[in-house]
């Protein structure tokens, strides 16, 4: 392309100052060739923007650009010695089924200012291991079985009537119902969770993803054979 491009301006049309003969066309030469030599840097440029491939995290879906050596979003090595190879179809499931399987079912939600007394009788009657905070229709924190026994422990009985604000867990983490199960479980043991909200699109919860639902679809698994 360069040779042809130089050839172009060199043999270029009646009115090119560029010449045949005289120390001026070495100099016209030359500027003609820094000219050509950007030229090429700026198509190889831009050509190589426009074949760059996104391509999906194999843990999380996040687009990724190919050849990268991790995904940006859920922090995995994308090497190829590093991507988990299944062993079995269970393990090619985990990495293939999405936490939307359990959306659905919906979380138990208080507000604020509920008794802590009123919020354990809720987890005990529905056999749940949390429930969401929620004001004016955003959840604003979470309150899990962990909460109890390392903010409450056997000081329950003395703070029921104290809001549950003063005890839930300000910082929630969510997923998205496109992340992989494998995805959730890496997650999840990376910040200690046990149950995290599945949120869609919008935002909206629409189920709770939670240790307790990762034993059961294992059992699935493995009892079913696949």
Not at 110 to 130: E, F, H, M, Y
């Amino acid at each position: 392309m360069r040779r042809a491009a130089r050839r172009c301006f060199i043999g270029g049309p009646p009115s090119s100052n560029v010449t045949a003969a005289g120390p001026s066309s070495v100099a016209d030469c030359a500027l003609v060739a820094l000219h050509c030599d950007l030229l090429d840097g700026l198509v190889y440029i831009f050509a190589a923007r426009g074949s760059t491939m996104l391509l999906p995290c194999p843990y999380c879906d996040h687009e990724v650009i190919e050849g990268a050596d991790t995904c940006d979003a859920c922090g995995q090595p994308l090497t190829e010695s590093s991507l988990p190879v299944p062993a079995s179809a269970v393990e090619r499931a985990l990495l293939t089924d999405r936490v939307r399987l359990f959306q659905g079912r919906q979380p138990l939600t208080v507000s604020p200012t509920t008794k802590i007394r009123d919020v354990l009788r809720q987890l005990a009657d529905n056999k749940v291991g949390c429930v969401l905070v929620a004001e004016q229709g955003k959840t604003i924190g979470i309150f899990t079985e962990r909460d109890v026994l390392m903010k409450l422990g056997d000081k329950a009985s003395s703070l029921g009537d104290r809001p549950v604000s003063e005890f839930m867990t300000t910082k929630v983490e969510s997923l998205p119902t496109s992340a992989k199960i494998a995805f959730a479980v890496h997650r999840m043991a990376n910040g200690g969770y046990r149950h995290v909200p599945v949120v869609n699109e919008q935002g909206d919860t629409v189920g709770i993803f939670s240790v307790r639902d990762i034993l059961s679809y294992l059992t699935k698994k493995l009892a079913a054979g696949k």
